[in-house]
């Protein structure tokens, strides 16, 4: 905290908090979205497609019998 | 000696590329974590108090510099990859491309939005139409219109053939936005790392180089995963995803 009296002084950056934070927190929330997104997009295919792939490679192939 | 030399052919097939990215995501996802934290650290706690000439408002430049830069690289990097897949017919080139586009266009919308909230206290406006600013902003319509062409189109190598052309064309626009403040006067300030000096505090420039740090490895993580969502996708039917191994 060398730069920062304390909490509150911190939170208002000079006076340019909402400057501040705001342009944190647009990223945060984008970065935290994208990576939402890619979560429930994982969980659609698992859906839609082949349910015993989903939860990962090893138990890939164990028994699906569609195709022939 | 050359028999055991890597095969890196066999990674440009999906099948084989879809497991090993599978094993790499961790290893690029939890660095991407610790040097985010990091990087928060030191451009909040250990980069000094404001000087006279900038004040608080400054620390933007930790999520706005590294934004604008990623919105760039993977616009390149998009573009070798669909060009790659359009040249040589390579799918796996094809899905990298469509997998970075959407972090790119994040990335591009970040830069742009943190520079409203820069410029407001700095220059007393949210935009203005400066070379800078406009050149980055088509970047932003260059990575929508790659990802709305390919979803328009239902056969999937048409969409990254349609696609690669749009990357690759656009990539004009990269050199454009980089020197965007030489060649024409601008309001935004000029660069401030170049090759031969850093215009910057040490701690400063630590922290905004472990950010850039954090958005690559943080910027790879997400790809690889969206494009083993991609290989899913577009390989329901494809045996290696269904037949028993032998």
């Given at each position: ?59 890939l192939n ?7 | ?14 099948a ?223 045996p290696w995803?269904t037949e028993s191994p032998a």
């Open positions: 905290m060398s730069n920062w009296g304390s909490w509150s002084e911190f939170f208002s950056m000079g006076g340019f908090g909402l400057y501040v934070w705001g342009s944190y927190g647009v990223a945060l929330v984008l970065l935290v979205g994208e990576v939402l997104m890619l979560w429930k997009r994982k969980r659609n295919i698992a859906r839609r497609g082949h349910p015993e792939i989903a939860s990962g490679e090893t138990q164990t028994s699906f019998q569609g195709i022939q | 000696m050359s028999k055991q030399r890597i095969n890196w052919y066999k990674y440009a097939a999906p084989n590329f879809y497991p090993l990215a599978g094993k790499l995501i961790p290893l690029f996802a939890i660095p991407a974590a610790v040097l985010f934290i990091w990087g928060m650290y030191v451009g909040f706690f250990v980069a000094p108090p404001t000087d006279a000439q900038q004040h608080e408002y400054y620390r933007i430049i930790y999520i706005h510099v590294p934004a604008a830069w990623m919105g760039m690289f993977l616009y390149v990097l998009m573009a070798l990859y669909a060009g790659v897949g359009w040249a040589f017919n390579a799918r796996l080139g094809s899905m990298m491309a469509t997998a970075i586009a959407p972090t790119g266009a994040i990335f591009t919308f970040i830069s742009l939005v943190t520079g409203s909230l820069w410029g407001r206290p700095a220059w007393g406006v949210w935009w203005v139409w400066d070379a800078r600013l406009t050149s980055t902003l088509i970047l932003m319509f260059l990575y929508i219109g790659f990802i709305s062409l390919q979803s328009s189109i239902d056969d999937v190598r048409r969409a990254d053939r349609a696609g690669a052309v749009l990357a690759v064309v656009g990539v004009i626009n990269v050199p454009i936005i980089y020197f965007s403040v030489q060649w024409w006067n601008s309001l935004h300030q000029g660069a401030t790392i170049t090759a031969r000096s850093f215009k910057m505090a040490p701690s400063m420039r630590s922290a905004m180089f472990i950010m850039v740090g954090a958005c690559w490895l943080y910027s790879i993580a997400v790809c690889l995963v969206r494009v083993r969502h991609i290989i899913r996708e577009r390989e329901q039917e494809a995803l």
